[in-house]
């Protein structure tokens, strides 16, 4: 079972509302990354984290933000949410850069606005 | 153009039969590349990871094999069960960075019928 954490599941929010995805893992791990996925593409990279207040953008543009004041916690903020940001957000962490040890995926919250 | 390409982009195979999933890639340098499954709604779970000097790597009925020469791995399952059906996942990463970036496949989507 993944010690990667993400809550909701499933979040339908209205236009213009503020929301936050919640990424929380029990392993220690410095790296911390968010992906966009959309039905039957790539996953797209747009935020990773070294560790504590260490936080860069990823190869997808997103208007989204995080933050890394923890450790283990690593939550996506949308300011106001849009029906473009309607996507799957996907969080995972990991020991060591790239593909190294105990590279984890949560199990995704799906993002509906409406 | 996407550096990790997979075929073929869906299957349907009949519970208990064999099947083989392809991944042709022009990441360079290359550094490790794992086959992920992935459950509609959920998040990717890794099945197996190799580097440059590994050919071939098991995981139960998933045997993975890597002719980095050619730059392509396949993913081959055997004795399909109806728990089989998902989404697979090639991801490269390189070593070109200190991110270690990873290149991701849009997925098979393979289905098992009773």
Redesign the interface.
């Known amino acids: 079972e993944a010690d990667i954490y993400q809550t909701p599941r499933y979040l339908v929010i209205g236009t213009g509302k503020k929301i936050t995805l919640e990424c929380s893992q029990t392993m220690g791990h410095d790296k911390m990354y968010w992906y966009q996925q959309d039905p039957g593409m790539e996953l797209h990279l747009i935020h990773y984290s070294y560790g504590v207040n260490s936080t860069e953008k990823g190869d997808l543009s997103s208007e989204s933000t995080v933050s890394r004041i923890r450790t283990e916690h690593f939550p996506l903020t949308l300011e106001s949410a849009r029906p473009s940001h309607t996507s799957q957000y996907l969080c995972a962490s990991s020991e060591s850069y790239g593909m190294g040890n105990g590279y984890t995926f949560g199990s995704g919250t799906r993002l509906t606005v409406v | 153009k ?1 550096q ?1 390409e997979q075929s073929p982009q869906s299957l349907i195979i009949l519970e208990g039969k064999n099947c083989t999933l392809q991944c042709n890639y022009t990441v360079s340098p290359f ?2 590349l ?1 086959w ?1 499954k992935q459950d509609t ?6 099945l197996t ?1 190799m580097t440059f000097s590994e050919n071939t790597k098991s995981n139960g009925r998933y045997t993975a094999t890597l002719d980095a020469d050619t730059k392509q791995s396949s993913l081959h399952i055997t004795a399909s069960q109806l728990s089989d059906s998902a989404s697979y ?1 090639c ?1 490269v ?3 070109g960075s ?5 290149y ?4 098979t ?1 393979l289905t098992v019928w009773p």
């Not at chain 2, 709604?41 to 890794?46: D, L, T």
């Not at chain 2, 991701?104 to 997925?107: D, H, N, S, T, V």
């Open positions: 996407n990790v550094s490790n794992r992920y709604g959920r998040g990717p779970v890794s990871i996942i991801v990463s390189d070593r200190t991110l270690g970036r990873l991701f496949g849009r997925g989507q």
